[in-house]
């Protein structure tokens, strides 16, 4: 892998987890463990397809 696919995936990273450990702090009280997981997971599908159809279009 090249210099600069490894530096977009340490974006990617970045990007999705800095936002993910932020909202952990802001999880409400009443929220259970499998709600989280569960929004964790489509979060991540989502993500997934999102870049899925970027590299589809060729614009990554």
Do not use: C, H, W
Request: cysteine-free; overall charge positive.
């Amino acid at each position: 892998m090249d210099k600069e696919k490894k530096t977009n995936i340490y974006k990617l990273i970045l990007t999705a987890g800095i936002p993910l450990v932020y909202s952990v702090t802001y999880l409400p009280a009443d929220i259970t463990v499998s709600q989280a997981i569960s929004a964790l997971v489509a979060f991540f599908v989502i993500v997934y397809f999102a870049i899925r159809a970027l590299k589809y279009f060729k614009i990554i």
